[in-house]
């Protein structure tokens, strides 16, 4: 399956981070940038409860929500420095590890 790998998650945070600084007239992704990291976290937070909703509906929009919610985490993670390599780096360091013991291993 393409995107799998997450080259097309990479491609998009490379198109979002080269917005930073842009024309927010013409660019929704400057726009956010311009407007803070607290106001790209409540965009991320309001798509990911329409996703939640559209999941829980059955909705055929689901994969709109998730993509829409998807790019938000992306602009989330460029306002913040963190590229998505660290991601991938922690869920691959999370592999073959059940999820209920990857869980009890961060309480202690």
């Known amino acids: 399956m393409a995107g799998l790998d997450g080259s097309i998650l990479d491609r998009l945070y490379a198109t979002i981070a080269a917005r930073r600084g842009g024309d927010t007239t013409t ?3 400057a726009k956010l940038f311009a407007e803070g990291r607290q106001r790209i976290a409540q965009k991320f937070g309001e798509e990911a409860i329409e996703t939640v909703i559209a999941g829980v509906a059955g ?3 689901l ?3 998730s993509a ?3 790019y938000h985490l992306l602009v989330l993670w460029a306002d913040a420095g963190v590229p998505p390599q660290d991601i991938w780096a922690a869920l691959e360091s ?3 590890t059940s999820g ?8 202690s």
């Open 27 to 29: 660019s929704y992704t």
């Open 59 to 61: 909705d055929a929009g």
């Open 63 to 65: 994969a709109g929500e």
């Open 68 to 70: 829409d919610m998807l």
């Open 94 to 96: 999370r592999m073959g």
């Open 100 to 107: 209920i013991a990857e869980k009890n291993a961060r309480k």
